[in-house]
C-alpha cells in the first residue's frame, strides 16, 4: 500500500483526505491519504520520519509551507513564490513543489477564463497572494498586486515581472479596466465581508475567491450580482489535489470524482 498526507497543524478540518481517498478508489489504487500533526518545531523529523517510512508524498500546510522549503529541493515555482505545499519523497531526494499558483490557474482555465495578456489584480499577498501573483504572471497577465500591507504588496510586485503593489484603496481604479481579479486574503471566512467594494465590480472581470468556506462569499455574492463570472475557492483546492495528485501517482486524476467529493463536504 502507497501512504501519502498531509502535514499541518491544525489539520483536522481537511477535506484533502475524502477527495485524494475517492481517486485512489476510483483508479482502484492502494492508497491511503493521512493526516499528521507535528509540534511547529518538527517538521524536519517529521519529513525524514515519512521518507523512512516510505511515504511518497505529503501536502504542507499551515504553519509549515515556508519552513518546507529549507528542507527539501524546492523546484523553480515553489523557490519564487517562497513555499511548499506538495513533497515529492519517491526519489532519492526530497523535491518540493507548490500547486497552489497551478491551482488557481487551472480554476480560471476550467471556466474559460483567458489569461494571456489580461489585466490581473490580485488582492492578498500572504502565501496564496504570492503563489497566484506568479502562476498569473507565468500564463501571460499583467499582474497588480493590492494588500492591506502595503509593503508586502510592493515587495511582491517587485519580485513579479512587469507587477506593481498597491494599497487596498487603490482597488476601484484597479478594477475599472481589469479582467481578472482574484481575492488570497482570508477575508470573507471568518465573517459576511468582502476585501473589495461592490461598487468596484463589474460585468466584465471574472473573480475566483480562494476562500471557500462558505463557498459562495461576499465577494462573489457581489460579483454575480454585478454580472460578472464567478469562480469558487473549491475550484482552486481541487485543481492544486489535482495536480499532487498527478505529480505522486503519474496517473491522470479522476477530476469530477475528486470535484463531487470535495463539493459533497462543503
Ligand atoms: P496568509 O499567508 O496568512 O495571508 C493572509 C492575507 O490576507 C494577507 O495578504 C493579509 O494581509 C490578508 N488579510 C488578512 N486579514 C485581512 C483583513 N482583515 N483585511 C485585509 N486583508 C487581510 O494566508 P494564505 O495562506 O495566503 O491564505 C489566504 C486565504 O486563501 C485563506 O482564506 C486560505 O484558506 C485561502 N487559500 C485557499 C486555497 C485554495 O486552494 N482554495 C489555497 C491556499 C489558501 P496583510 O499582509 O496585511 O496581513
Known sequence: MQV????GNPVGHSLSPPMHEAAYDELGLDARYVTFE???DALAAALRGADALGIRGLNVTIPFKRDALELVEPDALAARI???NTVDLSGAEATGHNTDAAGAIRALRDHDVALDGADAVVVGA???GRAVAFGLSDAGASVSVANRTVVTARDLADEVPGAAGHDLVALPDLLADADVLV???SVGMEEDASPVP???LHGDLAVLDAVYRPLETRLLRDAREAGARTVDGAWMLLYQGVEAFERWTGERAPVDVMNETLRSRL
Request: hydrophobic share 40%; proline share 11%; net charge negative.
Open 4 to 7: 501519502y498526507g498531509l502535514v
Open 38 to 40: 507535528p509540534d511547529p
Open 82 to 84: 517562497g513555499a511548499v
Open 126 to 128: 500572504g502565501g496564496a
Open 183 to 185: 481575492n488570497a486574503t
Open 198 to 200: 461592490a461598487e468596484a
